[in-house]
């Protein structure tokens, strides 16, 4: 089983935004950012696109999958 790893929070704290802000900015709800940073919550691919474009980066720059096997 494949595990999410999010560099969400790291990219935010350069920016000093909060997570309503860029909930805001994404169109979803402040607890799904914070499910997100947690790894507890698979981004759909539009939401992980449009979290890169506010952080001008790809979206393989915030998200990755990791097999356990690895």
């Keep these: 089983m494949s595990e999410l790893y ?10 000093n935004m909060k997570q309503g802000e860029l909930a805001e900015l ?6 799904t950012i914070i499910r997100l ?16 474009k506010v952080f001008g ?6 998200f990755s ?3 356990e096997n690895e």
């Design 57 to 62: 980066v790809s979206v393989e720059d915030i």
């Design 26 to 31: 994404v169109g979803v709800r402040r607890e």
């Design 37 to 52: 940073e947690k790894g507890q919550y698979n981004p759909s691919l539009k939401l992980a696109m449009d979290i890169a």
């Design 6 to 15: 999010t560099k969400l929070k790291e990219y935010r704290a350069r920016e």
């Design 65 to 67: 999958f990791s097999d």
